[in-house]
C-alpha cells in the first residue's frame, strides 16, 4: 500500500517555472515505478511523465518533452516534477501515481489528491 501526496502547485505566469512534489508513504516505495498525469477541466486525464523504479528511466509526453523534468529521491521517498517554460495550456489539477511494477507502464494503482497548477497568459 502507497500513499501518495502532491503538493508545489499555484498560479504562475506564462514562461514561469513550478516544481511540483510527491510525498509517498511506505517501505516498498523504491519498488515502485512513480507518473505524474494531468486533468483540465473537461478534459480526461493525461500521462505526463514517468519514471522507473530506479529513476534510470523517464518518459514524457510529446506536449512537455523538453520543459518538464522528472526525478526521484527513493531515500526520501518523493517523487519530483520540475515544469520550466510553463503555458496556459498547462493549466491541471496534477496528480501523482504509483506503478507496482518497475518501468511505469502502468497500471497504476495508488493516486494522490491532486494539486491545482494555474498559468495565466
Known amino acids: 500500500q502507497v500513499q501518495l501526496v502532491e503538493s508545489g502547485g499555484g498560479l504562475v505566469q506564462a514562461g514561469g517555472s513550478l516544481r511540483l512534489s510527491c510525498a509517498a508513504s511506505?517501505?516498498?516505495?523504491?519498488?515502485?515505478?512513480m507518473g505524474w498525469f494531468r486533468q483540465a477541466p473537461g478534459k480526461e486525464r493525461d500521462f505526463v511523465a514517468a519514471?522507473?523504479?530506479?529513476?534510470?528511466?523517464?518518459y514524457y509526453a510529446d506536449s512537455v518533452k523538453g520543459r518538464f523534468t522528472i526525478s526521484r529521491d527513493n531515500a526520501k521517498n518523493a517523487v519530483y516534477l520540475q515544469m520550466n517554460s510553463l503555458k496556459p495550456e498547462d493549466t491541471a489539477v496534477y496528480y501523482c501515481?504509483?506503478?507496482?511494477?518497475?518501468w511505469g507502464t502502468g497500471p497504476y494503482d495508488y493516486w494522490g489528491q491532486g494539486t491545482q497548477v494555474t498559468v495565466s497568459s
Open positions: 501515481a504509483a506503478d507496482p511494477g518497475p
Open positions: 511506505g517501505r516498498t516505495f523504491s519498488s515502485y515505478a
Open positions: 519514471i522507473s523504479w530506479s529513476g534510470g528511466n523517464t
